[in-house]
């Protein structure tokens, strides 16, 4: 059974620079698209980025010029460097992967158990 297991959440103060893993555990085949989400309390899930297979990448305007989504495909790890954080950057952050094959079956789309960020001011 593939599983995504995020890392790296936590306490910043604002300004302040946090990372983000996310690997997809398994005998994985591929994968096509993966990426970050966010829930704050009271909102609804919103994407923060995303990378496909190919390393195109594409970022919620609020987060341009702050955050860096990358991927190591040989490793099935999906990465996100946030700098510049803001409180309202504070959310869940979970991780999610599109179309991923292992040795065995096919999924269409997976999440992660999400990781903590809280940025204070």
């Known amino acids: 059974q593939v599983q995504l297991v995020e890392s790296g959440g936590g306490l910043v103060q604002a300004g302040g620079s946090l990372r983000l893993s996310c690997a997809a555990s398994?005998?994985?085949?591929?994968?096509?698209?993966m990426g970050w989400y966010r829930q704050a309390p009271g909102k609804q899930r919103e994407l923060v980025a995303s990378?496909?297979?190919?390393?195109?990448?594409n970022y919620q305007d609020s987060v341009k010029g702050r955050f860096t989504i990358s991927r190591d495909n040989a490793r099935n790890t999906v990465y996100l460097q946030m700098n510049s954080l803001k409180p309202e950057d504070t959310a869940v952050y979970y991780c999610?992967?599109?179309?991923?094959?292992?040795?065995?079956?096919?999924?269409?789309?997976?999440w992660g158990q999400g990781t903590l960020v809280t940025v204070s001011s």
């Open positions: 999610n992967a599109r179309n991923l094959y292992d040795s065995q079956k096919y999924y269409g789309e997976l």
């Open positions: 398994g005998s994985i085949r591929s994968i096509n698209a």
């Open positions: 990378i496909s297979s190919g390393g195109i990448t």
